[in-house]
């Protein structure tokens, strides 16, 4: 699976913002997530899309407010992000994995694909 991430740009405080992810060879059978890093901290865990039950999970950070979704047929991830807050600026990273474990969707170790990264700005 190759990941490519992009929609990331500059966006006021309150806007939405939509980032998505090709994902070429992606299938059903892989769980799907996002993290973040923000300017001088560590990537953290946004939300994942599980491969069996197709259920989605947040950090509390976001919850309510984006959502995680997926095309297996146009092998797209996408992340559609409202409200948006000043500490919402990082970089989004989209990552796949077909072996991760329900109580380890928001572990970095858990995915083995990760696209390159785009970068989200929320002014203030």
């Known amino acids: 699976v190759q990941l490519q991430a992009s929609g990331g740009g500059l966006v006021q405080t309150g806007g939405s913002l939509r980032v998505s992810c090709e994902a070429s060879?992606?299938?059903?059978?892989?769980?799907v997530a996002w993290f973040r890093q923000p300017p001088g901290k560590e990537r953290e865990f946004v939300a994942a899309?599980?491969?069996?039950?197709?259920?989605?999970y947040y950090s509390d950070s976001v919850k309510g407010r984006f959502t995680i979704s997926r095309d297996n047929a146009r092998s797209m991830v996408s992340l559609q992000m409202n409200s948006l807050k000043p500490e919402d600026t990082a970089v989004y990273y989209c990552?796949?994995?077909?072996?991760?474990?329900?109580?380890?969707?928001?572990?970095?170790?858990?995915?083995?694909?990760w696209g390159q990264g785009t970068l989200v700005t929320v002014s203030s």
């Open positions: 990552a796949a994995s077909r072996t991760v474990i329900m109580s380890a969707l928001s572990l970095i170790n858990s995915y083995h694909y």
């Open positions: 060879g992606l299938t059903s059978t892989y769980t």
């Open positions: 899309m599980h491969r069996n039950s197709g259920r989605s």
